[in-house]
């Protein structure tokens, strides 16, 4: 069996639960969830290209999805890759744990939970046959024509973005006193969007550009460490 999944830590996850089941293979694939500018890297690529050929002859294919961009948009990408493929497809949701004793609230994605939880906890995957991911692949064509920089989950669909999209919620969780771009970008990936680092950092210096942030102490070279506030 072929395992996608488009979260990092779920894939390691997978990848030690899976140790002792000879045959199976996880593949881990960069998030689509940004314009016609992404490209995977190319062993991913590589992965990707050798996870279509087997799935042509007729392996069978989990997709793990969750709901960040990076999850939706990758149901929509393997759907798309895997549209002919004769073999059986399910999709599994991300599984969550049960809220731990040092939490209280909702449940804990399984990537930061222990591998031998992950059949106690995933649902049963969800057949997709063919007629079903060519929909999906549908989508999929779509978001590829409108080329947008990013792509965002709405009201559980996968919908085109401006580069923009996200500014006001950075803004929005810049603390009113001054703080390092470090701590501002780790209470954004705190947030669990699925979103990587570098793309919050990219939207701080914009922001700083267009005057909504302000640069309070910088820091040569190690923009992290500088400090900001809001404009």
């Not at 965002?152 to 969780?173: F, K, M, P, Q």
């Amino acid at each position: 069996m072929i395992e996608l999944c488009f979260n990092p830590s779920l894939k390691g996850a997978l990848t030690q639960a899976r140790r002792f089941h000879p045959g199976t293979t996880v593949v881990g694939v960069g998030a689509p969830s940004s314009g016609g500018h992404h490209r995977p890297r190319p062993d991913r690529r590589a992965r990707l290209g050798l996870s279509a050929k087997r799935a042509a002859r007729g392996e069978a294919v989990r997709i793990w999805t969750d709901r960040t961009p990076a999850g939706a948009c990758g149901l929509l990408f393997a759907a798309h890759l895997l549209r002919d493929a004769p073999g059986p497809c399910g999709r599994s949701p991300d599984p969550v744990l049960p809220p731990s004793g040092r939490r209280e609230g909702g449940g804990r994605p399984l990537g930061r939970g222990r591998p031998e939880d992950l059949e106690a906890f995933a649902d049963p995957p969800v057949l997709l046959d063919q007629a079903a991911r060519r929909e999906l692949a549908q989508q999929w064509a779509t978001l590829q024509r409108e080329n947008a920089p990013l792509r965002v989950v709405e009201n559980g669909a996968v919908h085109s973005a401006e580069i923009t999209y996200y500014d006001d919620r950075i803004l929005s969780s810049c603390p009113d006193h001054p703080c390092r771009v470090a701590e501002l970008i780790g209470r954004l990936v705190g947030q669990q969007l699925g979103i990587d680092d570098w793309f919050w950092a990219e939207r701080v210096q914009a922001l700083l550009e267009a005057g909504a942030l302000r640069l309070a102490e910088p820091q040569e070279d190690r923009f992290y460490e500088a400090v900001i506030a809001r404009g």
